[in-house]
């Protein structure tokens, strides 16, 4: 029988851990300040965007909302991101992505200060991370290392293959693994005999935006499986990238979609801001 990883619970552990760490550090005297931006109305964003304020209000820390209009000029967005640079209150910036086509992401980003990016995409935390220093850490790959560290998952000397090389998910993912001390292997659409690298894990942690890509053949028997993806499949039910009910019965644990990852990121955010 597999264990079904419950990132619902324990994203709500860790938001109860931060939410007495934020009392403590008020109780001090101490504020945390997230300001997010967002650039335009696109539905989903605006859905992300107040479940991130949401979480913000739970854990007591602070937050302020630029809702800009879609015509926004990449000069205006860059004067806010400064002004919030300099501005000793505001402890966290967060630009939600996708921007408008006219704006240029990278530099946006490149804008944030390193030491309020609490998505961690700027290159010198992304920089800090690959050398072993302290920085902010991208949240979902941080997330789906305390799934599998507070699910008793041990990572110290296993396989551990990453599906997918994004600058988001599938780097700093690897990255992390090898932190934790595991063998890390990363496969992308260029590797070759996917089935057998991946067929090697001990720990396979699935980023490759396609739904239910993996089914039980690209399983070891007994591997525990995390699936980082998010869809819609064709009867508009939430699927990741992992076929669960295929993958499910040749895994020791693996996580599911929806309830998985998927609030880890917010958690995980939320630890970035408090500090
Ligand atoms: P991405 O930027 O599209 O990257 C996908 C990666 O998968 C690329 O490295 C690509 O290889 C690789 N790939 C694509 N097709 C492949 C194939 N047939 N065989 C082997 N490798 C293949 O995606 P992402 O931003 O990392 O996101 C991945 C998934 O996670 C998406 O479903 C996304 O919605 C989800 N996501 C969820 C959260 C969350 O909070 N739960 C957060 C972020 C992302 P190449 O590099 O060679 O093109």
């Known amino acids: 029988m597999y264990q079904v990883i419950d990132g619902k619970r324990i994203s709500q552990e860790i938001k109860d851990e931060l939410k007495e760490k934020m009392a403590r550090l008020k109780a001090r005297g101490e504020n945390r300040c997230l300001a997010v931006i967002q650039v335009g109305a696109d539905p989903a ?8 304020k949401k979480a913000c209000e739970y854990v007591g820390i602070e937050s302020l909302s630029y809702g800009l209009p879609e015509e926004t000029t990449e000069e205006e967005l ?38 309020k990016d609490v998505d961690g995409f700027h290159p010198v935390n992304v920089g800090n991370l690959s050398i072993g220093r302290p920085g902010f850490v991208s949240c979902t790959p941080a997330g ?3 799934l599998l560290k507070r699910s008793g998952v041990e990572i110290q000397g296993k396989e551990c293959v990453v599906l997918g090389r994004s600058n988001i998910v599938g780097k700093p993912m690897a990255m992390l693994l090898l932190r934790e001390n595991g063998t890390v292997t990363v496969c992308h659409s260029r590797t070759e005999n996917l089935r057998e690298v991946t067929r090697r894990a001990d720990i396979l942690v699935v980023a490759i935006g396609k739904p239910k890509f ?39 644990a693996i996580t599911p979609v929806p309830g998985g990852v ?10 970035n801001c408090v500090g």
Do not use: W
Not at 45 to 52: E, F, G, L, T
Not at 215 to 241: M, T
């Open 78 to 115: 860059l004067k806010l991101i400064e002004e919030l640079n300099g501005k000793g209150s505001v402890s966290g910036i967060l630009v939600q992505l996708p921007l408008p086509g006219h704006i240029n992401e990278e530099k946006i980003l490149l804008a944030i200060s390193p030491d």
């Open 144 to 146: 789906v290392i305390q």
């Open 262 to 271: 998927g609030p880890m990121t917010i958690a995980m955010l939320m630890s």
């Open 214 to 252: 993996i089914d039980e053949s690209y399983v070891k028997e007994g591997a525990v499986v995390i699936d980082v993806g998010i869809h819609r499949d064709e009867n508009n039910k939430l699927c990741g990238d992992v076929d669960f009910e295929k993958a499910a019965p040749h895994c020791s």
């Open 45 to 52: 964003s605006s859905v992300y965007v107040n479940n991130k």
